[in-house]
């Protein structure tokens, strides 16, 4: 039964950066499609970026050119880095995983999640 964890949210400043960690269990993690969605307060939730197998990493326009997404087999672990954040980049964020390896933007047929982590931002 795979899980993930998210980790690393908290306040950053306008402008500023942080990272965001996602672990997740089990022993095939490098087939693992693991994808950051958030929600914002009063909005509904959006993809941000996805990563795979593969080499290609989609990331949605609005945060495309300031987040980066690492993906590390080693320690089972995916990392987003925010960078240049701004005030709409608030948000509880979340990943989500598809073990078989699946490329989905739709946040409901993903099976497996993570409680999010909060990222706010101080002006």
């Known amino acids: 039964h795979v899980q993930v964890v998210e980790s690393g949210g908290g306040l950053v400043q306008a402008w500023g950066s942080l990272r965001l960690s996602c672990t997740a269990s089990g022993r095939d993690f490098s087939r693992y499609t693991i994808t950051w969605f958030r929600q914002a307060p009063d909005k509904e939730g959006e993809f941000v970026a996805l990563?795979?197998?593969?080499?290609?990493?989609p990331y949605s326009d609005a945060v495309r050119g300031r987040f980066k997404v690492f993906k590390y087999n080693t320690n089972n672990t995916v990392y987003l880095k925010m960078n240049d954040f701004k005030p709409e980049d608030k948000a509880v964020y979340y990943c989500?995983?598809?073990?078989?390896?699946?490329?989905?933007?739709?946040?409901?047929?993903?099976?497996?999640w993570g409680q999010g982590t909060e990222v706010t931002v101080s002006s």
């Open positions: 990563t795979w197998s593969g080499n290609r990493t």
């Open positions: 989500a995983a598809d073990p078989y390896g699946n490329i989905k933007y739709d946040a409901n047929s993903y099976p497996v």
